[in-house]
């Protein structure tokens, strides 16, 4: 791989990685408005009077549910991320050691 070829692999992990961290930032900002929405909806349910549990609650569930498939992309995210991480580090691995090479050839060392 060339340096330029490196370089222009470096930068596009790069993007992808922050790209990833926004997402995973965005997801966690969705998972915490769930939570306060939950939060809400029971305290209004028991300011109400209401008794019980609210486990079987259409819109706990549907709550639940939301949060269960934002922490399956979570997930998804996370590894995608490590993966893109370990990727950009053989990339820089395999830049340092070209560098490396081009000085010994270049100065005879």
Not at 2 to 27: C, F, H, N, V
Not at 64 to 79: P, R, V
């Amino acid at each position: 791989m060339t340096m330029a070829a490196a370089q222009a692999r470096m930068l596009t992990l790069t993007l992808y990685k922050s790209d990833l961290e926004y997402r995973l930032m965005s997801i966690t900002n969705q998972k915490q408005a769930l939570a306060m929405q939950s939060s809400a909806y029971a305290a209004a349910y028991a300011e109400n009077g209401g008794t019980g549990s609210l486990e079987n609650d259409p819109y706990m569930l549907a709550i639940q549910y939301q949060d269960k498939a934002l922490e399956t992309e979570q997930k998804t995210l996370e590894t995608q991320q490590q993966a893109a991480s370990t990727d950009l580090e053989s990339i820089k691995k395999l830049v340092e050691n070209n560098v490396k090479n081009d000085f010994k050839l270049n100065l005879g060392m």
